[in-house]
């Protein structure tokens, strides 16, 4: 405005047709002057392309945690209404190697249900303990007798079988045996093998289990001054000795008294049989038939032989008693002799007819009659046996089931009882558990007197020596992140230092925390690893991580809020002497506040950081890039670039 007075004075100094001239030129000038000084007040903020190294850094906040933490849960049983907390640590507290070494309690929980529950128990497991031991004498005692009952059923058969084969012989005897069908039952019910058993087994018709064995309990610890305490003794019931008897386990080559599914017996052969076909010296083995049979022959030839001589000498007595050579007595005398002798060989043929035809068959019949009701019931005895033990083996088994479970549930009821002292088992710094696990929406806070409840997290040791930071990074950068890429981070609480860290892992999967609140926005949880050990670094600290994905050494490059896409094309507005210029340009790689150029601008050029007014782009929604593609759209959601930041470059996010 001072020029313009000055101007218009020295036009007052010079003639009319000058000062008309004059004026109209300081009117236009001043009209010119005006409207371009109302225009460089609104013109956008610009900045000079750079020509150097640029870093592709990625840029994220994140909280401190360690790679390594001893997470303490209450792992005692209670039901719904949980279990208080009687001592717990000071938070804060820093656990050292000499706790971890003396067995420091970090934690005691209210143990008195549990102490009651155990008592109940103890009870419930020694009658499973005086059930078993009974049920393992039974089986036992049914062994033995079995055993005896066999045993004296063999002895009856055996003995029957020797009265058949001392009056038939044992020749004769095998062979009616044999056709009889004797031999068969007799070889399962006789022997003391078990093969019809083991083929049973093979078939999975039949199964052996082998029974249990009686254990002395094993003592009881109580959480209340960390001693030890008897509880078989305390309720008065002994448990069973060291020694108890050991029931005896079926065995597959010298026991038969086993259960065999679907077992199919012998059946004996029906009928008679007609022994008088035996009845002969040269078929009958050496028995008391044949010596009987024998003395029958012998009887009747001695008579038949007297009754010969009988016969000749009364002949001779008629020839002399007719020539008058002898007195009618003597011939009276032959004569009676000759009819006695007679009789007696009609009496040896009477008497041996009547032991072919009665006695022999009669004798034999009762022999094998004898030895096949020996022999059913040995059968009988060994299947009555079998099913003895089967019942004994059965409530052995149940009385062995009920006392495994019983110690599973005092086993188990003391383990919980020893879960309720938690003691020290790394070194760290003690860290309340969170109500981020509050499934049922009363949580309380962790302190003495609280209520926690099975699998609630009471306190977190962490490992103060390996540090790390979890950072949450955007979809459109996920896939320039690789394990093994370094990073610089730096804690909120010290921004002066800066750390060392390295990528050691990352989600496979978006984290899914905010799924319900922010559907659309996908992040990745990463963890960057802190190199080295630093005391003053505690969890739960923010900090940022700069990753470093890789690095330009001489590149062109503005800010990323410089460049906008127009058209599926790249458009920077490069300011000019009287309008911006519109011009085309090539990216490259990118960071959050800086965008390389690879064509279109020169290294001094200044562009403008914003889109002028007036001017239409398309909008990142209908651009059909990719996001990472396309500088305009390059900023996260919720963390737009501002001309602010991008006036004073640093090369980092």
């Not at 155990?118 to 009870?123: K, L, P, S, W």
């Not at 306190?459 to 950068?477: A, F, G, L, W």
């Not at 990719?626 to 500088?631: A, T, V």
Request: with cysteine.
């Amino acid at each position: 405005m001072q020029k313009l007075n000055e101007l218009i004075k020295s036009v007052r100094r010079q003639p009319r047709w000058r000062q008309i001239t004059a004026a109209v030129i300081v009117l236009l000038v001043g009209w010119w002057g005006l409207r371009h000084s109302g225009d460089s007040g609104a013109k956008a903020p610009t900045f000079a392309a750079r020509r150097g190294p640029l870093e592709i850094n990625v840029l994220e906040g994140g909280s401190l945690q360690a790679l390594e933490s001893q997470e303490v849960k209450c792992e005692v049983r209670v039901g719904y209404q949980g279990t208080k907390i009687l001592r717990i640590v000071e938070e804060g507290y820093l656990v050292t190697e000499a706790d971890v070494t003396n067995n420091k309690v970090l934690v005691e929980l209210d143990s008195s249900d549990l102490e009651k529950q155990i008592t109940q128990q103890e009870i419930q497991y020694q009658q499973a303990v005086a059930s078993l031991i009974d049920a393992q004498q039974n089986y036992e005692i049914q062994l033995n007798q079995n055993q005896s009952d066999i045993k004296a059923a063999e002895l009856k058969a055996r003995f029957a079988r020797m009265d058949f084969d001392k009056f038939l012989g044992d020749t004769v005897t095998s062979k009616i045996i044999k056709d009889y069908g004797l031999d068969k039952i007799l070889a399962t019910a006789s022997t003391n093998d078990v093969a019809d058993t083991s083929r049973a087994e093979e078939a999975g018709q039949a199964t052996v289990v082998a029974p249990p064995s009686v254990t002395e309990p094993p003592a009881v610890k109580t959480a209340t001054g960390n001693t030890e305490t008897n509880m078989v003794l305390a309720t008065g019931i002994n448990p069973p000795p060291a020694s108890a008897p050991q029931p005896v386990v079926p065995n597959a080559e010298t026991d038969t008294n086993l259960v065999v599914a679907g077992f199919t017996p012998y059946t004996f052969r029906t009928g008679t049989i007609d022994f008088k076909k035996y009845a002969n010296i040269d078929m009958l083995g050496d028995g008391e038939a044949k010596q009987k049979l024998r003395k029958f022959e012998d009887d009747l030839q001695s008579a038949q032989k007297d009754l010969g001589v009988a016969k000749a000498t009364f002949e001779g007595t008629q020839r002399l008693f007719a020539k008058q050579f002898v007195a009618k007595m003597e011939l009276v005398r032959d004569q009676l002799l000759q009819d006695s002798a007679e009789l007696k060989v009609q009496t040896a043929e009477t008497s041996r007819a009547l032991f072919l035809n009665y006695d022999f068959s009669k004798t034999a019949e009762k022999s094998l009659s004898d030895y096949t009701e020996a022999v059913r019931e040995l059968d009988k005895s060994r299947r009555l046996a079998i099913s003895k033990q089967a019942q004994a083996q059965a409530r052995l088994k149940s009385a062995q089931g009920q006392y495994e479970v019983q110690t599973r549930q005092r086993k188990d009821l003391n383990a919980q009882l020893e879960k309720c002292i938690i003691r020290a088992q790394k070194s760290g710094l003690v860290v309340y558990g969170g109500t981020g696990d509050n499934y049922y929406g009363n949580q309380e806070p962790i302190r003495e007197g609280a209520t926690v409840r099975e699998r609630q997290s009471i306190i977190t040791i962490p490992d103060m020596t390996r540090m790390s930071v979890n950072v949450k990074i955007h979809e459109s950068y996920i896939k320039k992140i690789k394990k093994g890429q370094k990073a610089r981070i730096t804690v909120d609480a010290f921004p002066d230092t800066e750390l060392d860290g390295e990528v050691t892992k990352m989600g496979v999967l978006p984290d899914s925390q905010n799924r319900w609140m922010n559907p659309d926005l996908k992040v990745y949880n990463t963890t960057i690893t802190i190199n080295g050990t630093y005391d003053w670094v505690k969890p739960g600290m923010s900090a940022k991580v700069e990753i470093l994905v890789t690095k330009l050494n001489d590149v062109v490059y503005v800010p990323v809020q410089a460049v906008s896409p127009d058209g599926g094309k790249q458009i920077c507005y490069v300011a000019g002497a009287f309008k911006p210029e519109r011009r085309e340009v090539e990216i490259g790689e990118f960071n959050d506040e800086f965008i390389q150029i690879k064509r279109g601008l020169k290294e001094g050029e200044r562009v403008l950081l914003r889109v002028p007014d007036g001017i239409e782009t398309d909008s990142p929604e209908n651009d059909s890039q990719p996001k990472e593609e396309k500088p305009g759209g390059l900023a996260k959601p919720g963390t737009p670039a501002t001309p602010a930041k991008a006036a004073a470059p640093t090369g980092k996010v």
